[in-house]
């Protein structure tokens, strides 16, 4: 089963703060795919896009446009539990 989000915010330094609706937190840090993925690049280029991160309807995707996604299942493997 894909884990679905509840809550995202974007903090300092490309991290976010997922919650998740088991309850369980996750720190992500972006900042790993903006230096490896040329997709990412514009989080840290384009003023204030980082900031805007969205959920999808589906809660499972989280985006910023229309190339630069992070599915939820990838977020709970890579981010640091809280």
């Not at 840090?29 to 959920?55: A, R």
């Amino acid at each position: 089963m894909i884990p679905r989000i509840k809550a995202i915010k974007p903090i300092e330094n490309y991290k976010l703060l997922v919650t998740f609706d088991s309850g369980q937190k996750v720190l992500y840090d972006v900042q790993d795919d903006i230096d490896t993925l040329e997709d990412f690049e514009p989080l840290k280029s384009v003023y204030g896009l980082f900031n805007q991160v969205q959920l999808d309807t589906s809660r499972t995707i989280v985006y910023w446009n229309d190339r630069i996604d992070l599915p939820s299942d990838i977020i709970l493997e890579y981010g640091h539990a809280l």
